[in-house]
């Protein structure tokens, strides 16, 4: 994405932006992040975690902004190996603010991170989200994401979440990662063209 476009990705309906991004603006917008994202997400997350996402993968993290220039939507997302296996997105954080919902912004913002993964070669990517979030549960499965594990008592408030995963090369939910080589014991069905 080139500077310019990645600066002010594209207007939506009301005056609306989607931006990527950068680290040179991070006094200006990672207060308004934070604020938005501990306002939707149960889980309390510290200085640190926004840093260690922004300041590695900050090009995979989008904001909606509204006229007057203020985050009204996040999406934050990292891109790395899994275990020695596939390449793996992973969207860590989404939220929108409440008077802004039901305008396509999360699915924007969603499409607009899974796309600039999916740029850079990605396997497949994953996300958590809490059981008792069906908005969210229906718009991933939307996007294509599928239910692939259970955790209980996955959050520090005690809710338990699925995880998520899209898998946008084909085999790749075939594929084994490191975390299970040393078992392997040749019994689970092989992978298509083993």
Known sequence: MS?????VAQSGPS?????QYHSSKEDEYLSAIRQLISRDLSEPYSIYVYRYFLYQWGD???????QHG???GVVVSKLELHR?????????????KQEYRGKGI????????????????????????????????????????????????????????????LYVKEGIGYMRT?????????TAPAPPDA
């Open 3 to 7: 500077e310019q476009a990645s600066e």
């Open 84 to 96: 020695g296996g596939p390449l793996r997105g992973y969207i860590a954080m989404l939220a929108v």
């Open 60 to 66: 995979l993290c989008y904001m909606t902004l509204d």
């Open 70 to 72: 203020n985050v009204v």
């Open 106 to 165: 999360a699915t924007k913002l969603v499409r607009m991170a899974i796309d600039a993964m999916i740029e850079r070669d990605a396997d497949e990517i994953a996300l958590e989200t809490e059981v008792t979030n069906t908005a969210a549960m229906k718009l991933y499965e939307r996007l294509g994401f599928l239910r692939s594990k259970r955790l209980h008592r996955y959050y520090l408030n005690g809710n338990t979440a699925f995880r998520l995963v």
């Open 178 to 186: 490191g975390e299970y080589d040393d078992i392997y014991d040749g």
């Open 15 to 19: 005056d609306l932006q989607y931006v």
